[in-house]
């Protein structure tokens, strides 16, 4: 029986800004990137699928953010077990069937935008986790086994290898600030979910 007649309710704990959020939520970007190749200082996006990637010492969730057929990708690792977050922005560079083994070091080519020559990146390896991968979309929830493969450039640039099963996929991106994100939460998902 309640206290002076109220009823009692089981709080649900907040969801978090960046973990977690919602299919169909709405993120807006005004990182430098988004800024360079939009005519405005921000751009929207709508999340259409989400990642989770648990580890020992790892916490990262991948938003795959789509706009008039432009992707992009927001991801949020937590640093070590603190409630402090590293926000980064990402592009999916390639997806391809696994090989051999990956190298130690990839090198990767752009071309210029405004001549005939190409910019050579050259990412180093860092590190190799171990992960359990939840995917959850509109039509699936599934959990894999997946191999990351974190490598850095001398620009601070980032790139994340997945290999899951026989597909590797190329993300490749940079930390931007969490002033440059602003998250306008969906209602929850359906239960399934």
């Given at each position: 029986m309640a206290l002076l007649g109220r009823k009692s309710r089981a709080q649900k704990p907040k969801r978090h800004e960046l973990l977690d959020i919602p299919i169909g939520s709405m993120i807006e970007l005004s990182d430098p990137i988004t800024f360079e190749t939009s005519e405005t200082g921000a751009r929207t996006f709508e999340v259409t699928e989400r990642k989770k990637y648990e580890s020992s010492g790892l916490l990262r969730y991948m938003y795959l953010l789509e706009d008039e057929g432009e992707e992009v990708?927001?991801?949020?690792?937590?640093?070590?077990?603190?409630?402090?977050?590293?926000?980064?922005?990402?592009?999916?560079?390639?997806?391809?069937?696994?090989?051999?083994?990956?190298?130690?070091?990839?090198?990767?080519?752009?071309?210029?935008?405004?001549?005939?020559?190409?910019?050579?990146?050259?990412?180093?390896?860092?590190?190799?986790?171990?992960?359990?991968?939840?995917?959850?979309?509109?039509?699936?929830?599934?959990?894999?086994?997946?191999?990351?493969?974190e490598y850095t450039n001398a620009d601070q640039g980032l790139m994340s290898v997945e290999i899951c099963g026989n597909w590797l996929t190329f993300y490749v991106g940079e930390l931007i600030s969490l002033s440059d994100v602003s998250i306008f939460p969906a209602e929850e998902e359906e239960e399934y979910l």
């Open positions: 990708v927001l991801g949020v690792d937590r640093i070590g077990n603190t409630n402090e977050y590293e926000i980064s922005r990402w592009i999916i560079d390639s997806e391809e069937e696994l090989g051999e083994d990956l190298p130690d070091s990839i090198t990767l080519n752009y071309p210029h935008p405004d001549d005939e020559e190409q910019e050579i990146i050259k990412y180093v390896r860092q590190e190799i986790v171990l992960a359990k991968m939840t995917l959850v979309n509109l039509v699936e929830w599934v959990e894999y086994d997946v191999e990351l493969h």
